[in-house]
């Protein structure tokens, strides 16, 4: 199982994404071996008031993926196009950054990426050794950036809780903020 909020968090840009899917079905039933989405703001938790999804926790644009049996490297293709993931232009930049270096990064058009995907990028230009590498390789480069993407977010959401937790813990000892 894999959820994901998008950026700006609005429903209608997760009910877009899920519509986009060709091989994830949108589905409330997670026990099958076919790969599944769900938007539980419009599905599993419709009946409750957005303003009470909110405070719990639940935002309006998670979508949640329950990951089949199918090809990984065709869901990963269905997951890079239904968001939007423009494959050709981290091949291009990937392969511009490795023949111009790291510094040429925003040289680039378009290219409004945080500052740490140029060091991905130009990692993965320098691994590959080739133009004709990174097209041959590109599924590497969508898994990585894809998980560079979940990393983050893991690492957000631990930094988060070890907050709340450090903050709960001076609470308990009569030494809350």
């Known amino acids: 199982m ?3 909020v998008l950026k700006g968090d609005r429903q209608e840009d997760a009910i877009a994404v899920l519509e986009k899917f060709q091989l994830f079905t949108l589905a409330e ?3 099958g071996v076919e790969s599944l989405s769900g938007h539980p703001a419009t599905m599993t938790h419709a009946s409750i ?4 999804r909110r405070a719990a926790g639940l935002s309006d644009s998670l979508i949640r993926l329950s990951v089949g049996i199918e090809d990984a490297e065709d869901l990963i293709d269905d ?3 239904a968001i939007g993931f423009d494959v050709q232009f981290w091949e291009n ?3 511009h950054m490795g023949a111009h270096g790291l510094g040429s990064a925003y040289t680039l058009a378009h290219n409004n990426y945080n500052p740490l995907y140029q060091f991905v990028l130009y990692g993965y230009a320098k691994l590959a050794g080739s133009p004709q590498a990174i097209t041959t390789y590109i599924h ?3 898994a990585v950036t ?3 993407d979940f990393g983050g977010a893991i690492l957000a959401v631990r930094s988060v809780g070890a ?3 450090h903050r709960e813990h001076a609470d308990l000892r009569g030494g809350g903020a």
């Open 140 to 142: 590497c480069l969508k």
């Open 146 to 148: 894809l998980l560079f």
């Open 2 to 4: 894999i959820s994901f």
């Open 79 to 81: 997951l890079a196009q």
């Open 93 to 95: 930049w990937a392969t």
């Open 163 to 165: 907050g709340r937790c």
């Open 49 to 52: 008031p957005p303003e009470q």
């Open 29 to 31: 039933s997670l026990g």
